[in-house]
């Protein structure tokens, strides 16, 4: 219910009421956010078995290539690897938006600390000059990985966005992971 329409609240919570409308209009535009989310179908991607330039990147999975990889460089960021090309979304025709949901790690040639960014934009350097970068840490407790899921959090997005990965290891000088993806798509 919009905070407008409650009108007709007790006298004594009239200032506890007016002084936290702002916390509450958040709160409510939060519970809308996490219904819309939770509750669309997640859609995953792998490598394309047939990669077309920037536009087709990524396959649904049981379809494609297998998992993308990425590589960290010597004590720095490596290079930055498209994940998802400008032709790879809408999965549904009707759908206008979409973000990155999460990702399942299923090779690391370290046990070390990694750290994974995702850019959004046209280029990876696009993404980052627009602030468009998610990030997240992650260590695996062994190479042999089964079943590491990371959640990413990332804003919705007009579809047709790129994505672009890459990774570092504090201290290595070569640090490779192997993902798959997943996404869910919205109507705007």
């Known amino acids: 219910m919009p905070i407008g329409v409650v009108k007709n609240y007790p006298e004594e919570l009239k200032d506890d009421i007016d002084e936290n409308l702002d916390t509450i209009a ?5 519970v809308e956010e996490v219904d819309r989310h939770n509750h669309h179908f997640e859609k995953w ?3 394309a ?3 077309v330039g920037e ?20 004590n720095t960021w490596g290079a930055w690897v498209q994940i998802l090309g400008s032709d790879d979304t809408p999965t549904e025709n009707n759908k206008t938006k979409f973000d990155l949901r999460e990702l399942q790690i ?6 070390a600390l990694y750290y994974l960014q995702f850019s959004f934009g046209n280029t990876a350097e696009s993404g980052v000059n627009l602030g468009k ?10 190479a042999a ?22 990774c570092k290891c504090p201290g290595q000088n070569t640090a490779t992971i192997n993902f798959l993806f997943g996404i869910h798509e919205y109507l705007a």
């Open 26 to 30: 958040e709160v409510l535009q939060d």
């Open 45 to 47: 991607f792998e490598i």
């Open 49 to 51: 078995s047939v990669a």
């Open 55 to 74: 536009t087709h990147i990524a396959d649904r999975i049981g379809s494609g290539g297998g998992a993308f990889q990425i590589d960290a460089g010597n």
């Open 106 to 111: 299923t090779a690391a040639e370290r046990t």
């Open 133 to 142: 970068v998610a990030e997240t840490p992650f260590q695996p407790q062994s």
């Open 145 to 166: 990985i089964k079943e590491n899921y990371i959640e990413i959090k990332s804003e919705q997005m007009d579809v047709k966005q790129k994505i672009w990965a890459r």
